[in-house]
């Protein structure tokens, strides 16, 4: 297997270039960016929208104890649910953090499913203006269904690709569609041509065939609940996880808080949960597909962690 000299140009040994594992949620990065990062010499960055946020730990799948012993991770544990993080925060801390993993000769593997992140970090945070609070809390108070008509006479690209089903990205359309009198697809147009220039970045997306993914988010959710998702719920309402509408997009910890108010019961929760999962699942890889320009690689099911650094490896050498 080839080693960390290997992988980098005698140029960049004391400044190694990020690696970039990118994929849906349940497809196994985690393990996948452990097995690199052991592998290179590396530090893991986490691209992840909820790891940021204390206390959210089985909910968000966050790395263990013992994983993060195994090797160092960044960008976990950041902040407080009464705080607000944004993708200007991530590029800001992500760039803190690779500059430090290179000073020590390490390279940085960044792991996550928080596309977001990983193009504001690869292409920039284009031209979108900053939140405005007044018009921020306007919006929040309107019905939803008048933002999306909103949106979709404005700027129906927009309409046509955005996360219906996610209140806080129709709002933060509209909100810079009202500030700065231009289109919201246009001004993310010029991210995914940026991106389309970062083929020199070792950028990898991870996928699996359906049937695959189903069972393992199937797996995962069941084990959520077993770990205690309703009891860590329940301790996250008391510090905050309702006001923090971010958090609160995190598939999961919504269900089960309506579950806890009496919408539906325990059995229909977990159903509901793996439902969702797997419709958050298709969306990353459809968006990965239309802004990343990654390198795909497709796992099976009895491939194991070290198989596919091996692939990696491999690509990275070429």
Same mark, same amino acid.
């Given at each position: 297997?080839?080693?960390?000299?290997?992988?980098?140009?005698?140029?960049?040994?004391?400044?190694?270039?990020?690696?970039?594992?990118?994929?849906?949620?349940?497809?196994?990065?985690?393990?996948?960016?452990?097995?690199?990062?052991?592998?290179?010499?590396?530090?893991?960055?986490?691209?992840?929208?909820?790891?940021?946020?204390?206390?959210?730990?089985?909910?968000?799948?966050?790395?263990?104890?013992?994983?993060?012993?195994?090797?160092?991770?960044?960008?976990?544990?950041?902040?407080?649910?009464?705080?607000?993080?944004?993708?200007?925060?991530?590029?800001?801390?992500?760039?803190?953090?690779?500059?430090?993993?290179?000073?020590?000769?390490?390279?940085?593997?960044?792991?996550?499913?928080?596309?977001?992140?990983?193009?504001?970090?690869?292409?920039?945070?284009? *031209?979108?203006?900053?939140?405005?609070?007044?018009? &921020?809390?306007?919006? !929040?108070? @309107?019905?939803? #269904?008048?933002? %999306?008509? /909103?949106?979709?006479?404005?700027?129906?690209?927009?309409?046509?690709?955005?996360?219906?089903?996610?209140?806080?990205?129709?709002?933060?359309?509209?909100?810079?569609?009202?500030?700065?009198?231009?289109?919201?697809?246009?001004?993310?147009?010029?991210?995914?041509?940026?991106?389309?220039?970062?083929?020199?970045?070792?950028?990898?997306?991870?996928?699996?065939?359906?049937?695959?993914?189903?069972?393992?988010?199937?797996?995962?959710?069941?084990?959520?609940?077993?770990?205690?998702?309703?009891?860590?719920?329940?301790?996250?309402?008391?510090?905050?996880?309702?006001?923090? *509408?971010?958090?609160?997009?995190?598939?999961?910890? &919504?269900?089960?808080? !309506?579950? @806890?108010?009496? #919408?539906?019961? %325990?059995? /229909?929760?977990?159903?509901?949960?793996?439902?969702?999962?797997?419709?958050?699942?298709?969306?990353?890889?459809?968006?990965?597909?239309?802004?990343?320009?990654?390198?795909?690689?497709?796992?099976?099911?009895?491939?194991?962690?070290?198989?596919?650094?091996?692939?990696?490896?491999?690509?990275?050498?070429?």
């Amino acid at each position: 297997m080839a080693t960390p000299q290997d992988i980098h140009s005698p140029s960049s040994i004391l400044h190694p270039r990020p690696v970039f594992i990118a994929g849906p949620t349940a497809i196994g990065k985690s393990e996948i960016a452990l097995a690199l990062a052991e592998h290179l010499g590396g530090e893991i960055i986490s691209a992840d929208s909820m790891q940021v946020y204390r206390r959210l730990d089985i909910g968000t799948a966050k790395p263990s104890p013992a994983e993060r012993a195994r090797v160092p991770h960044h960008l976990i544990d950041i902040c407080d649910l009464t705080e607000a993080f944004d993708a200007a925060q991530f590029v800001r801390l992500a760039q803190k953090a690779v500059a430090e993993i290179q000073a020590r000769g390490r390279v940085p593997v960044f792991c996550g499913g928080t596309g977001l992140y990983f193009n504001a970090f690869l292409s920039g945070l284009g *031209e979108a203006p900053s939140a405005n609070p007044e018009l &921020r809390a306007e919006l !929040e108070a @309107l019905p939803f #269904e008048t933002l %999306l008509r /909103e949106l979709r006479e404005r700027d129906p690209e927009a309409y046509d690709k955005i996360d219906k089903q996610n209140p806080r990205r129709v709002i933060r359309a509209v909100e810079v569609i009202r500030l700065t009198g231009k289109k919201f697809s246009e001004q993310r147009a010029n991210w995914k041509a940026e991106g389309r220039r970062q083929k020199a970045e070792a950028i990898f997306a991870l996928t699996r065939r359906a049937d695959d993914l189903h069972s393992r988010i199937n797996i995962r959710v069941d084990e959520m609940f077993r770990r205690g998702l309703v009891e860590e719920t329940r301790e996250l309402l008391k510090h905050g996880l309702a006001e923090n *509408e971010t958090a609160m997009q995190a598939i999961g910890y &919504r269900q089960v808080v !309506e579950h @806890l108010h009496g #919408e539906r019961s %325990l059995a /229909e929760t977990i159903e509901q949960v793996k439902i969702r999962t797997r419709q958050f699942a298709k969306r990353q890889l459809t968006w990965f597909r239309r802004q990343l320009a990654p390198e795909w690689i497709e796992l099976k099911p009895d491939e194991s962690p070290e198989d596919v650094v091996r692939k990696i490896s491999e690509s990275i050498i070429q």
